[in-house]
């Protein structure tokens, strides 16, 4: 089985950062593809950036150029560091990872979501 958690939420004014963290743990062999979605209230959840083990990376149309996906060295931890941040950007924001797990074999696994909130 393995663990994801995301950290880095909060509250902040329009044109502001924040960083976004996520890290896996458990018993995994290695992880594959990860990726950051979001959901805001009444629609449904979006892909906003996707990373290979790789290294490449694939945004949103509506995040490219402001919000930037990273994983050094491709260990089990992934960023999403987010600029010129938008009203329109606040939402639950989750991530996902593709696992090689000990036991249950690939599988992809889901963190609980941290909320990101900009205020006009």
């Known amino acids: 089985q393995a663990q994801v958690r995301e950290s880095g939420g909060g509250l902040v004014q329009a044109g502001g950062s924040l960083r976004l963290s996520c890290a896996v743990s458990g018993s995994i062999y290695s992880i594959n593809d990860m990726a950051w979605y979001r959901q805001a209230p009444g629609k449904q959840r979006e892909l906003v950036a996707t990373i290979t083990s790789g290294g490449m990376t694939n945004y949103a149309d509506s995040v490219k150029g402001r919000f930037t996906i990273s994983r050094p060295n491709a260990k089990n931890t992934v960023y999403l560091q987010m600029n010129s941040l938008k009203p329109e950007d606040t939402a639950v924001y989750y991530c996902?990872?593709?696992?090689?797990?000990?036991?249950?074999?690939?599988?992809?696994?889901w963190g609980q979501g941290t909320q990101v909130t900009v205020s006009s």
């Open positions: 996902n990872a593709e696992v090689e797990a000990v036991v249950v074999g690939r599988k992809v696994y």
